[in-house]
């Protein structure tokens, strides 16, 4: 009798591209957590400053996005149902953001920057809540009120043992609440284009205010010293690198895996920057900065899992940040 003939074992194609997706998200995190790292290591060398370091990231930024966009779309502007102004006041906030995120980053360390700017989670939580209506879970008020411990927490340990500029802190809250204010636009206004779109239309507007602003604070010389440091120079340049890649590699997770999935996997991030502080930046991790962080990623998860199978997949959890 012959021997039974049994299929050969195939390769679940979705099954590896929702690994890749995990994968992906995994990684989006980590880079998070390396980049608030790099920027205190560049301002802490008191070189540039926080405007001027994100000016010359918004360039990088933007020539590495702009041939993506022409690639896939070419010279296309127009969308149903999409206003271009809206793109003004929400780059502008972009602009707030990211010197908020330097100028507190500097100020602070970057396992605070990390927690504080974990606001976001509850700012997001609340807008939703009051201007969109959204249907809020016993669990995402128990995860918004972990985050918000967790932050209150490091924010005075940094306060009173490490001496930190208030101002940072402060600066770090103004963060979390104007990504907190992009997301809203960006769920409310532009559900309808692109992620590329949104992410060079916000990163054009930076790059216009801020090619006026440097310039006019006079802190255009500040550049002749970093071309002469190119270890230096070549940091800057990784930060623009390291914030595309984050940005791919997210939309690249969230076509292959949950949303709500892809953003619990990007809460890595925290941890890494606590290690960057410890290991590379030889800044003190105490165990309430631990518990601290401990509470912000629980408090996040739980929010976040708290409207999992309820939002659509947006391009609004990342492209808030641009």
């Known amino acids: 009798m012959p021997a039974p003939v049994y299929p050969a074992p ?25 980049q608030w790292p790099l920027q205190k290591h560049i301002l802490g060398r008191d070189v540039i400053g926080p405007g001027t370091l994100h000016w ?5 930024l933007f020539a590495l996005v702009l041939p993506v966009y022409l690639a896939r779309f070419g010279l296309r502007l127009r969308w149903e149902r999409f206003r271009p102004w809206w793109l003004l006041p929400f780059g502008g906030v972009a602009c ?43 669990l995402g008020w128990l995860g918004t009120a972990l985050v918000l411990y967790g932050t209150v927490r490091v924010a005075l340990m940094g306060a009173q043992a490490l001496n930190f500029d208030p101002l940072g802190i402060a600066a770090l809250v103004v963060v979390g609440l104007t990504i907190a204010v992009n997301a809203t636009i960006v769920k409310m206004l532009f559900g309808a284009i692109p992620y590329e779109l949104i992410i ?28 002469a440091m190119p270890g230096l120079l070549g940091l800057v340049a990784l930060g ?14 969230l076509r292959r895996a949950p949303v709500w999935a892809v953003r619990m996997l990007a809460l890595t991030g925290l941890p890494v920057a606590s290690l960057a502080d410890l290991l590379v930046l030889r800044v003190p991790v ?11 990623i629980v408090g996040a998860a739980l929010v976040i899992r708290s409207a999992g199978g309820t939002e659509r997949p947006p391009v609004h959890a990342d492209a808030a940040r641009t």
């Open 10 to 34: 195939t390769c679940n194609r979705r099954s590896w591209q929702a690994a890749l997706g995990y994968l992906a998200a995994l990684l989006t995190g980590g880079l998070m957590g390396v």
């Open 56 to 60: 010359l990231n918004v360039v990088g």
């Open 96 to 138: 707030v953001m990211h010197y908020c995120r330097n100028f507190g980053v500097a100020a602070t360390t970057s396992t605070t920057a990390a927690v504080v700017e974990e606001t976001e989670i509850v700012f997001v939580f609340l807008l939703t809540y009051v201007i969109m209506r959204g249907r809020v879970r016993a």
């Open 200 to 227: 060079l239309g916000s990163v054009t507007v930076q790059l216009g205010i801020y090619s006026v602003a440097v310039p006019s604070s006079g802190a255009l010389p500040d550049i002749a010293p970093l071309a």
């Open 240 to 253: 623009s690198v390291v914030w595309g890649t984050r940005l791919l590699l997210y939309y690249y997770a």
């Open 286 to 296: 105490t165990r309430v900065h631990v518990e601290g962080l401990i509470a912000a």
